[in-house]
T-cell receptor, first 114, second 114 residues
Framework: DQQVKQNSPSLSVQEGRISILNCDYTNSMFDYFLWYKKYPAEGPTFLISISSIKDKNEDGRFTVFLNKSAKHLSLHIVPSQPGDSAVYFCAASEYTGTASKLTFGTGTRLQVTL | DSGVTQTPKHLITATGQRVTLRCSPRSGDLSVYWYQQSLDQGLQFLIQYYNGEERAKGNILERFSAQQFPDLHSELNLSSLELGDSALYFC?????????????FGQGTRLTVV
């Protein structure tokens, strides 16, 4: 049962344009959402997060939008740069009272072309 | 550099064998998580420890076990290894375990079972 889904395995965007990566979830108990970026042969790197009480969080070129009613979040990268080429994982956190468990999507490979 | 150290980086072993993967969390982090990433898959949560105590368990096989020691480093033990256990194993750490916690990942251990 995939509780966090990234339906686009890959995305190609031209340098300077906007990249939009999407993520859907099914568990209404998730209360915190995160995006991680991963380069080959490296561990995932935390990028940006958003609490379920907010609908937008911005950090430089990165903005995450959360639509709770649709159980959907997206990551916008503007403008896209070649160094942004990586695999992006969406993650959702559920606090059980004793632990916060992160559930990851399968990732979207972003390629930013010149 | 996330501050999370995993050793070894690569491990090749035969089926039926047992291996131990080691993780040193970031300084001050009390919580350690273990994830498995098989080929082209997302990160599957295995287990979480907080200050030496097991706090959450994911789809961890009975052949796998983990512990967190008083100095907060953690070890993941994999026994009776099968070909399907070949994967990247990531350790992550965070300062706390409550809601809204970002986890920081190590570089991973690539396990190949032959």
């Amino acid at each position: 049962d995939q509780q966090v889904k990234q339906n686009s395995p890959s995305l190609s965007v031209q340098e300077g344009r906007i990249s939009i990566l999407n993520c859907d979830y099914t568990n209404s108990m998730f209360d915190y959402f995160l995006w991680y970026k991963k380069y080959p042969a490296e561990g995932p790197t935390f990028l940006i997060s958003i609490s379920s009480i907010k609908d937008k969080n911005e950090d430089g070129r990165f903005t995450v939008f959360l639509n709770k009613s649709a159980k959907h979040l997206s990551l916008h990268i503007v403008p896209s740069q070649p160094g942004d080429s990586a695999v992006y994982f969406c993650a959702a956190s559920e606090y059980t009272g004793t632990a916060s468990k992160l559930t990851f999507g399968t990732g979207t490979r972003l390629q930013v072309t010149l | 550099d996330s501050g999370v150290t995993q050793t070894p980086k690569h491990l090749i072993t035969a089926t039926g064998q047992r291996v131990t993967l080691r993780c040193s969390p970031r300084s001050g982090d009390l919580s350690v998580y273990w994830y498995q990433q098989s080929l082209d898959q997302g990160l599957q949560f295995l287990i979480q420890y907080y200050n030496g105590e097991e706090r959450a368990k994911g789809n961890i096989l009975e052949r796998f076990s983990a512990q967190q020691f008083p100095d907060l480093h953690s070890e993941l033990n994999l026994s009776s290894l099968e070909l399907g256990d070949s994967a990247l194993y990531f350790c992550a750490s965070s300062h706390r375990t409550g809601s809204g916690t970002e986890a920081f990942f190590g570089q991973g251990t690539r396990l190949t079972v032959v």
